[in-house]
């Protein structure tokens, strides 16, 4: 497992699915000038994702080679489809920046917390349970898919509680200033590529 040094941060944008998690983080972060870690994934990709971007998406073989070989910091298994953050990953990624974010499900944001402690920030990224039912069925989802993310959400809400923070996602704009806002207390813009 990585080391991390006191300069360095992993933020966590946690949340329930449908939430805007995802959006608000890459927004966030490209105005912080902050790098992603991408997660692995067994599941097949949703009409908006790209292999590279939003995951990497790997067969299920794959990935329990990857567990096997324990390449994994952290692997969890969510409605039969595994999910995974390498740790080879996060170390390339601290060879270049003091500040890193992912975009993890309240199970893997916990075992980082775990892991790292006060290096850890989670940032919880919530809607109501109905706006996160119609952001879903725009972003094409089937039924089955929408009606087995709201059989976490009432669990992953709870999760609000354990994090450093929490942002409501009404309004895109607002969040993601809001965010920005938080974080930038903890960078103390200390964001400069290392040497």
């Known amino acids: 497992m990585y080391e991390l040094k ?5 933020f966590i944008f946690t ?12 927004m966030v972060g490209s105005t912080l000038r902050m790098k992603k870690v991408i997660s692995n994934t067994t599941r097949a990709p949703r009409p908006s994702e790209e292999h590279g971007q939003d995951y990497f998406f790997v067969n299920r073989d794959k990935f329990i080679q990857a567990i096997e ?12 489809n595994l999910y995974g953050v390498k740790n080879k990953d996060i ?24 892991y790292y402690g006060d290096k850890v920030v989670r ?32 669990s992953d809400m709870a999760y609000m509680t354990q994090c450093e923070h929490s942002c409501e996602n009404v309004d895109l704009a607002h969040a993601v ?11 103390d813009r200390n964001l400069e590529e290392k040497d």
């Open 15 to 26: 949340g329930p699915d449908g939430s805007g998690r995802s959006t608000i983080a890459d």
């Open 177 to 187: 200033y809001d965010i920005t806002n938080t974080l930038e207390y903890y960078l």
């Open 123 to 154: 940032l919880f990224i919530y809607a109501d349970r109905v706006t996160v039912e119609e952001r879903q069925r725009k972003k094409g989802l089937s039924e089955d898919e929408i009606t087995s993310h709201l059989s976490h959400y009432d």
């Open 6 to 10: 006191d300069t360095e941060r992993i």
């Open 91 to 114: 170390e390339h990624m601290f060879e270049k920046y003091s500040c890193i974010y992912l975009i993890l499900n309240p199970s893997g944001a916990d075992i980082l917390k775990k």
């Open 69 to 80: 070989a324990d390449e994994f910091l952290e692997h969890i298994e969510i409605n039969n």
